[in-house]
């Protein structure tokens, strides 16, 4: 059965880190290019970052490049968004994706 399973959200004071994780199955993960994509509230879906397979060649969009790092796990057929120095403009549902499939998202709040 094909999943994306998002984890690690939470709520954290503007300055933070969070590290998100999203568990894959039901594909060939390794030779698939994978996502993150971000949706605010009341916002279209934002895609933020993308690593290839097996390059993993990384691409970031300008809000959240030099601060977001992905990272990828083949063996264990994960995936990571390493979020630092967070701003309240970072709140929002956060999926991985396949971009044609999608997980549940996980909610990440910025807020003093």
């Known amino acids: 059965q094909l999943y994306f399973r998002e984890s690690g959200g939470g709520s954290v004071f503007p300055g933070g880190s969070l590290r998100l994780s999203c568990a894959a199955s039901g594909f060939s993960f390794n030779t698939h290019t994978l996502y993150w994509y971000r949706q605010a509230p009341g916002k279209e879906r934002e895609w933020i970052a993308t690593?290839?397979?097996?390059?993993?060649?990384?691409s970031y969009a300008p809000s959240v490049n030099g601060r977001f790092a992905i990272s990828r796990d083949n063996a264990r057929q994960m995936v990571y968004l390493q979020m630092n120095n967070l701003k309240p403009e970072d709140t929002a549902v956060y999926y991985c994706t396949d971009e044609d499939n999608w997980g549940q998202g996980t909610q990440v709040t910025v807020s003093s």
């Open positions: 690593i290839t397979s097996p390059s993993q060649s990384k």
